[in-house]
């Protein structure tokens, strides 16, 4: 693909449901990353994935938060049982190893807002 | 931990004028990277430029150019002949070299006028 792509680009849901956010890598990427942006602030990292390895889960704020990456490429940050201040844009970047100078490469995003 | 710190959350500048975003941080690491990167409505963020920090050459590119004071734990972005594209939000970014995470700043709003 040209670039990363993630879906869906805005998800309103309600207190308490669960919500699943997707991120498509750059083909051949092996490096993932997920951020959080909230209103105002910069980006905040989650979670990392690097190929094989276990990932580096701990920017994760909460057990409700949780990811997974099937097959090496395609990644689903799952939400569970949503709160208000969960609410933020879900960012998502691959790289093509983890090395320092490679360029994390940014999706568009998923809005998230918790009603 | 790493802190980064970007004290002016917004900033306006006329077209074809130079404009500089500031950027301090806060690390006891050595040997770590910094970079720019541009934040556009579109909400894709796009690396600007970037830093290591073991050379004391500043890092060009094109319009885009940085002054880096290793000592004061200051990165500032200096935008020269800025254009009307040039409106994004723009974050300070810190890595060290034993890290993959990226820790940014809050971010400066920056706006060119016509």
């Known amino acids: 693909g040209a670039g990363v792509s993630q879906s869906p680009s805005n998800k309103v849901t309600e207190k308490g449901k669960d919500v699943e956010l997707r991120c498509d890598p750059i083909?051949?990427?092996?490096?993932l990353y997920w951020y959080r942006q909230s209103l105002g602030q910069g980006l905040e990292f989650l979670i990392y994935?690097?190929?094989?390895?276990?990932?580096?889960k701990s920017g994760l704020p909460s057990d409700r938060f949780s990811a997974e990456r099937t097959g090496g490429s395609v990644s689903t940050l799952t939400i569970q049982r949503t709160q208000q201040e969960d609410s933020a844009v879900y960012l998502c970047a691959s790289s093509s190893s983890s090395g320092i100078l490679d360029t994390q490469y940014f999706g568009p995003g998923t809005r998230l807002t918790v009603l | 931990a790493q802190t980064v710190t970007q004290s002016q959350p917004e900033m306006s500048v006329q077209e074809a004028e130079t404009v500089t975003l500031s950027c301090t941080y806060d690390?006891?690491?050595?040997?770590?990277?910094l970079f720019w990167y541009k934040q556009p409505p579109s909400r894709q963020m796009i690396l600007v430029i970037r830093?290591?920090?073991?050379?004391?050459q500043n890092a060009t590119e094109n319009r885009f150019s940085v002054n880096f004071q290793k000592a004061a734990k200051s990165f500032s972005l200096k935008i020269s002949d800025s254009q009307l594209g040039d409106t994004a939000m723009y974050f300070c970014?810190?890595?060290?070299?034993?890290?993959?995470?990226?820790?940014f700043g809050e971010g400066t709003q920056l706006t060119v006028n016509p």
């Open positions: 690390t006891s690491e050595n040997n770590y990277y």
């Open positions: 830093q290591e920090a073991y050379k004391q």
């Open positions: 994935f690097q190929g094989n390895s276990a990932p580096d």
């Open positions: 970014a810190f890595i060290q070299t034993s890290g993959s995470r990226l820790t």
């Open positions: 083909s051949g990427h092996t490096a």
